[in-house]
């Protein structure tokens, strides 16, 4: 009886990976990532002969290599909703307002998940608006727990709530951060790989979508991929 128990605990919770809850559903948002497939996404690589995402068992994850994941629509204004976990000196992170063309955190800006529980909230920290903005607190869990991370952009203001506490609220034309001059006021929502460190792993991505951009011009390195079971 304990057993059949405890396994009538688990299923839920397996169930509901890579769905949306009735309340979503209700609210506006939808899956950015099916748990079988990258069709919503669009592989690009940095570097020549880079490795690829990959979805294994409904988990979203990257091949080491210096590529990002980058959808293929544009917005102005959304809720991405979306779990994470990080390895041994992972290093990736969640881009916004990015394009296809160029750096990603430099056209756009970054929200940084990297494998440093317990340490300093930093402008490169965990949760940070990487070398802008630190979060109120580093609330990274340890390697191998999944994170939940929402972050809004509603009229240029980019919120974030991580591990169900706020993390960020920035204003993406506030003078007092002049490394955001010169970046996009709309683009492509984006997942961070490097060749170095563990992978991280995501699950679960959905967006309520307030405002669509328009379409951002395709590059040489952009690769549409279906995910490897």
Known sequence: MRTLLALLTVLPAVFAQNTLTPR???DGFQLLFDGKSLNNWQT???RPNNSSWT???GILTYEKGETWLATNDTYYDFVLRLEYKT???TDSGIFVNA???GNPGATGVE???ISDNGKPATTRSSGSLWDIAAPEDNMAKPDGEWNTMEIAVHERRLTAVWNGKPGLDVNLDDPQYPKLAGRGSYGHIGLQAHAFGEPAAFRNIRIKVIRKGPPDLPVPSA???EGKQ
Do not use: F, M, T
Request: overall charge positive; cysteine-free.
């Open 24 to 26: 979503e559903k209700k």
């Open 44 to 46: 690009i690589k940095r």
């Open 55 to 57: 979805v294994e068992n």
């Open 87 to 89: 390895a041994e000196k």
């Open 99 to 101: 394009s296809a063309a």
């Open 111 to 113: 929200v940084n998940l």
């Open 223 to 225: 690769e549409k991929q």
